[in-house]
């Protein structure tokens, strides 16, 4: 795709000055980065590790695009065009990562548009639909706090890899959580209206909170690499404590997810043991979205444009 | 939201300072509530190619400007006095931006 040089030709080495209005200084998240596996750790692990984030990258950038000419203003269409943009760059690097990991040599298309519904290790808070703007910013203050909290603690990861694109998705996502918490507060501290559809955002996205934090087998298998979930929640906690204070709303109750045999959950969502989204097992939603998606790709396989 | 709503939020003018550049430069307009949201909208519309380092936002109706009709005796007379140019010493090659 040419994605080694763009980033050369248009440097601030390479500039001589005259395009200077569209912008310089652009760097690779990769450049310099040891990309071989670290010793101790295993590949197969490392890859499905890769592939549980960027696939929550990938649905949830997915999910915003189809936000393109339907957003209420232009200015925020072209706001969601970038968060669903930088969230797409990061499942790049992430899926990319997953093919050399283990060995398979796999590429992010193949990731992206050779599987199947339950070969996708997504958090099913990415995947389903938004019934209107308000659940959107619902949804993406949820995913962009949670996953704030994870690549913050993934910058000390002991995967280079991994902990560059931790570094680089900090930036990115800090802002996607203060545009989805600022749209939260004003809706939810506006008008009697607006704080109707917001609550009902709310509503709609809190039953998938709890699978955030479901322990994973992976995770604890890749000590020092991986992030425990499990650790997020306290910050979790307190940042949408925060946003809500400010919004003058109330956080639906959710519990933990109840991983106890037969339990069902702690909540109508929360799925039965492992039966959720990084076990691979979605909502009906994900059928309908990896069919718009990978659309293209299977009626015309292995084409380059 | 009804259509008079959304007509209602005012017309912010935007400003950038890139890093090359040395001055805040107009680079467009956009709508926004306030100028808080003013300023998001103005990075995500306006600094998507890494064109800036800072950003002001000024609404549009608190600019006072100056009208078409006024043009001859507000930038005429300037016209026909060259010695208000410093264009009558050189300019050392080092000293850029003039």
């Not at chain 1, 760097?27 to 696939?55: E, I, K, N, Q």
């Not at chain 1, 969601?80 to 690097?93: E, K, S, V, Y």
């Not at chain 2, 008079?4 to 550049?21: Q, T």
Request: glycine share 8%; charged share 25%; hydrophobic share 45%.
């Amino acid at each position: 795709m040419g994605f080694d040089t763009a980033y050369e030709s248009i440097s601030e080495e390479s500039d001589s000055g005259h395009r200077w209005a569209f912008g310089t200084g652009f760097t690779d998240p990769l450049a310099g980065v040891d990309t071989s596996v670290p010793a101790g750790v295993d590949g197969a692990d490392l890859a499905a590790y890769c592939l549980m984030l960027g696939d929550d990258a990938l649905i949830m950038s997915h999910r915003l695009q189809q936000w393109l000419a339907r957003a209420p203003e232009l200015e925020e269409e072209t706001a969601l065009a970038n968060i669903a943009l930088d969230l797409l760059g990061q499942a790049r690097l992430l899926l990319t990562r997953a093919g050399t990991a283990d060995g398979s040599r796999q590429t992010e298309d193949d990731y992206a548009f050779g599987r199947a519904e339950r070969e996708f290790r997504n958090v099913r808070l990415a995947e389903v639909a938004d019934a209107d703007f308000a659940g959107l910013v619902a949804r993406l203050l949820v995913f962009s706090t949670w996953r704030l909290a994870l690549l913050v603690r993934l910058q000390s990861s002991a995967d280079p890899v991994l902990a560059a694109v931790a570094a680089q998705g900090v930036k990115e996502i800090a802002y996607h959580r203060d545009y989805a918490a600022q749209w939260v507060i004003r809706l939810g501290d506006g008008t009697d209206y607006s704080r109707q559809r917001m609550e009902a955002g709310l509503a709609a996205v809190a039953p998938l909170v709890a699978e955030l934090f479901a322990p994973s087998a992976t995770e604890e298998r890749l000590a020092g690499v991986a992030v425990i979930p499990a650790q997020l929640r306290a910050e979790f906690d307190a940042v949408i404590a925060q946003v809500m204070a400010e919004a003058r709303l109330d956080w639906p109750e959710v519990g933990w997810l109840d991983t106890t045999e037969g339990s069902g959950g702690s909540s109508p969502r929360a799925g039965a043991v492992g039966l959720f989204g990084r076990g691979g097992v979605h909502t009906e939603a994900m059928g309908y979205l990896l069919a718009e998606m990978q659309s293209v790709a299977r009626a015309m396989p292995g084409a380059t444009w | 939201m009804s259509e008079e709503a959304r007509s209602n939020w005012p017309l912010f003018e935007v400003f950038l300072r890139s890093k090359r550049g040395l001055n805040h430069v107009h680079v467009g307009s956009l709508h926004a509530a306030d100028a808080t949201m003013a300023l998001h909208h103005a990075r995500d519309l306006y600094t998507r190619r890494n064109e800036g380092v800072s950003i002001w936002v000024v609404k549009a109706a608190d600019i006072t400007a100056s009208s078409p009709d006024e043009k001859d005796p507000f930038f005429a007379p300037s016209g026909d006095k060259v010695y208000r140019h410093p264009t009558f010493y050189e300019i050392p090659d080092s000293v850029p931006h003039i």
